[in-house]
């Protein structure tokens, strides 16, 4: 069943300088790079020719280094910044072909946005910060108030909807934040470094909380992150960028099993396989094993296809005999400790 798409980029290129124009038709005519462009029209690639889709309900997370042009293509979704030329579709909505105040209804319904700064209103209270965006539609008091805090419980902090910002820990602070966001219940979340100011304790906490309410609330979440593992803990699926351009795109198992580059290779070095690959990664066909081994053992343990490597490890340390791998109740493939040791080997730096 094909999932249905909510964000679609088509060929988003933005370019900061006096002559955005001549310089994207001079990179498209003459091919020159990023420095080029710098030296002969005093002007800096940002996002260089980004196509993507993402689906309903999926945390899509984006990452790169600094200047990797991640926070800078976050803001074209809701035209925050405006791209110098190329396709912005949000659930259905052709964001490029809005008006000033079409823009503002669209941004105000249909997108949230957390950012890496709290941006709360020091003289308003929690329950009122929340309730900001409905007061911006002009929702009636009683009613954007009994919303706010309907929210704030959902973040755990329903008890502290009467104290001000200040009176709040940093990691308070940036749930009251995502609340403010969800109050509007809107379609798509955009998320900058949401966490990334914080204490890692408080940090992994919140992602804790924030991948329990993704399970409850199912928004489409874009999330922008410079560290791989918290995107690998959180995303369905992961971009990874690098000088404005889109390298490669797919699960951290599909990275972490098939980086596209050696950019990416380098990038995902340092990351355990052993919760990000499953045993359909690591399986050889029955066929292939059968031709080289003989007929399989009669007593053969049997796991799903989503079976973590780390588990297939435990189970292999204490039985000579291959597991049996399903996928939908049909036996699809076999690993071997041999299989086993591969994968782990090959996901391990080697000085």
């Known amino acids: 069943m094909a ?40 002007a800096v690639v940002g996002v260089a020719d980004v196509s993507l889709s993402i689906n309903r309900g999926e945390i899509f997370c984006i990452m790169g280094l600094s200047g990797s042009g991640k926070s800078t293509l976050v803001r074209h979704f809701n035209r925050l910044l405006e791209p110098t030329a190329g396709k912005i579709e949000i659930e259905g909505t052709d964001v490029m072909a809005l008006g000033p105040g079409e823009l503002q209804r669209f941004r105000n319904q249909k997108i949230g946005m957390v950012f890496q700064n709290f941006a709360l209103m020091p003289h308003r209270s929690v329950l009122d910060n929340v309730a900001m965006p409905l007061e911006i539609r002009k929702v009636a008091k009683n009613e954007r108030m009994r919303q706010a805090a309907a929210i704030l ?35 798509v979340l955009l998320m900058d470094e949401p966490f ?14 924030f991948i329990r309410l ?15 593992d918290e995107a690998v803990r959180i995303g369905d699926r992961i971009a990874i960028m690098r000088d404005g351009k889109m390298v490669q795109i797919g699960t951290a198992e599909d990275i972490v099993m098939h980086p596209a580059d050696d950019y ?49 490890i435990t189970l292999a340390i204490d039985d000579d005999n291959p597991i049996l791998v399903q996928a939908e109740g049909a036996d699809v493939g076999v690993i071997t400790r041999a299989d086993l040791l591969r994968t782990v080997i090959e996901g391990t730096e080697v000085s």
Do not use: C
């Open 3 to 42: 999932q249905e798409k909510v964000i679609e980029l088509s060929n988003v290129w933005k370019i900061f300088g006096g002559r955005p124009e001549a310089a994207l038709q001079a990179i498209l005519e003459r091919g020159l790079s990023k420095a080029e462009v710098l030296a002969e029209f005093n």
């Open 153 to 187: 419980d959902i973040v755990e902090l329903g008890a502290w909807g009467a104290k001000f910002a200040h009176e709040l820990s940093g990691g308070m602070q940036q749930r009251v934040g995502l609340a403010r966001a969800l109050a509007a219940n809107p379609d």
């Open 196 to 209: 990334s100011a914080l204490d890692p304790l408080i940090r992994r906490q919140l992602q804790d909380e």
């Open 214 to 228: 993704s399970k409850i609330l199912k928004k489409t979440t874009v999330f922008i992150t410079h560290d791989l």
């Open 264 to 312: 990416v290779a380098d990038f995902v070095a340092g990351i355990s396989r052993l919760k990000v690959v499953h045993a359909h990664a690591v399986m050889q066909p029955i066929a292939e094993y059968v031709s080289r081994a003989g007929p399989l053992p009669a007593d053969m343990r049997r796991v799903d296809e989503s079976e973590t490597l780390s588990n297939l």
